[in-house]
């Protein structure tokens, strides 16, 4: 992945793209975040908190499946952002994804948005 302003990583079924807007770092995977596939996203989440950026806004629009795996990647670095006083915000959830989380109650722990620019705006969190 490049480590600049955008970046992205691939392996067939996930594809992470990475962008900074403002004191937000966007990071969107599109495909299956899955146990095979949960490293492409943990890695650019985990580089964007190193690089400072305690505002991840996760673009989940084209995010097709997630597991418990891709799930658990999200709270690790939820817990992460928030121990340095930022926070996870959620965006675009496709119903089988959001499914996910409403099952799970994870949606109850993350500040979830119907959009990326309605995420974006809430520079609250």
């Given at each position: 992945?490049?480590?600049?302003?955008?970046?992205?990583?691939?392996?067939?079924?996930?594809?992470?793209?990475?962008?900074?807007?403002?004191?937000?770092?966007?990071?969107?995977?599109?495909?299956?975040?899955?146990?095979?596939?949960?490293?492409?996203?943990r890695?650019?989440?985990?580089?964007?908190?190193?690089?400072?950026?305690?505002?991840?806004?996760?673009?989940?629009?084209?995010?097709?499946?997630?597991?418990?795996?891709?799930?658990?990647?999200?709270?690790?670095?939820?817990?992460?952002?928030?121990?340095?006083?930022?926070?996870?915000?959620?965006a675009?959830?496709?119903?089988?994804?959001?499914?996910?989380?409403?099952?799970?109650?994870?949606d109850?722990?993350?500040?979830?948005?119907?959009?990326?620019?309605?995420?974006?705006?809430?520079?609250?969190?």
């Open positions: 992945m490049d480590r600049g302003t955008v970046g992205s990583a691939q392996s067939g079924r996930l594809l992470v793209e990475v962008r900074k807007q403002g004191a937000s770092a966007v990071v969107t995977p599109a495909g299956e975040l899955d146990h095979h596939t949960a490293d492409l996203l890695e650019p989440l985990e580089a964007c908190l190193g690089e400072g950026f305690h505002r991840l806004v996760v673009d989940c629009s084209r995010l097709e499946f997630c597991d418990s795996t891709g799930l658990n990647v999200l709270l690790g670095a939820r817990l992460k952002a928030e121990a340095a006083g930022g926070g996870v915000h959620l675009g959830m496709l119903p089988v994804v959001a499914r996910v989380f409403e099952i799970t109650g994870a109850a722990v993350f500040t979830v948005h119907d959009t990326l620019e309605a995420a974006l705006a809430d520079e609250t969190g």
